[in-house]
């Protein structure tokens, strides 16, 4: 169960170096309660377009795969402003209420977190155990990553204004679900490849809260610890076998 002769480090982000309360309590309502506001202020700007075009690819294929809340996103010829407006927000919140890991959900919400944190309406929370670690890896030598659902974007907005600071220093790269879902293996094995460490993928730590991922990442050779965090979900036997811990500080 103990972790030893590892250069590299994965991180998991909720539920590991930020509260999963943090994303449920904040950046998630912050999305909900000001999306029509949010849509009605940036409508004109090519970014919003780009994220929108995003969203209605994805929910185009959701449909033809008969997903039940899924509905079509007009494009500009076929509709008005509002109308468009109005199949953008049900898209979203009905994706945001199963907590759906899905790339064009998990842009749009790191393009409004964007500007949340740049007008200081933001800031992500890190626990005060990490930094501290992050710190001795980086002196060791130890190549920092952060792998995690939400977006690359998302990623470095959470540590990039964080309640530590600018914390962004530490890390040598992020990963996000175009490198593939983080239940999967062959998700791990891609890591490993773009960072050069494919025939040496037990040097490889990756810590979590998600069992499945716990799996996933062992199977590709990795090391693996458990982080358990208040608010997480509870850890059911099958994790007896791994390395658990409470603070950064027990890795």
Excluded: H
């Excluded at 959701?62 to 049900?90: G, M, R, W």
């Excluded at 670690?133 to 470095?156: D, E, F, H, N, T």
């Excluded at 094995?189 to 810590?207: C, H, R």
């Excluded at 991922?213 to 458990?226: L, N, S, T």
């Amino acid at each position: 169960m103990d972790v030893s002769n590892y250069d590299t480090v994965v991180l998991d982000i909720e539920g590991t170096i930020t509260p999963i309360t943090f994303v449920k309590e904040t950046l998630f309502p912050y999305v909900l309660s000001g999306l029509s506001a949010f849509l009605d202020r940036t409508w004109n700007s090519e970014e919003l377009k780009k994220q929108i075009e995003l969203l209605r690819v994805q929910a185009k294929k959701d449909v033809e795969d008969n997903i039940p809340q899924a509905v079509l996103i007009p494009t500009d010829s076929e509709a008005s402003p509002e109308e468009i407006k109005t199949a953008v927000k049900e898209t979203i919140v009905w994706q945001m209420n199963i907590d759906r890991k899905i790339g064009a959900l998990k842009s749009f919400q790191g393009y409004m977190w964007k500007e949340g944190y740049e007008s200081n309406v933001l800031c992500g929370v890190v626990y005060d155990d990490v930094v501290p670690v992050l710190a001795q890896w980086k002196a060791a030598g130890k190549k920092i990553y952060i792998y995690s659902s939400g977006s690359v974007p998302a990623q470095k907005l959470i540590v990039g204004y964080s309640t530590k600071g600018d914390i962004t220093n530490y890390f040598s790269g992020y990963f996000d679900t175009t490198v593939g879902l983080k239940t999967e293996t062959e998700s791990y094995s891609n890591i490993a490849k773009q960072i050069g460490k494919e025939n040496d993928t037990k040097s490889i730590l990756f810590v979590t809260d998600n069992i499945k991922e716990i799996f996933a990442a062992k199977q590709a050779g990795y090391q693996v610890v458990i982080s358990d965090r208040p608010g997480n979900m509870p850890l059911g036997p099958e994790s007896k076998e791994f390395k658990i811990v409470t603070s950064f500080e027990q890795i």
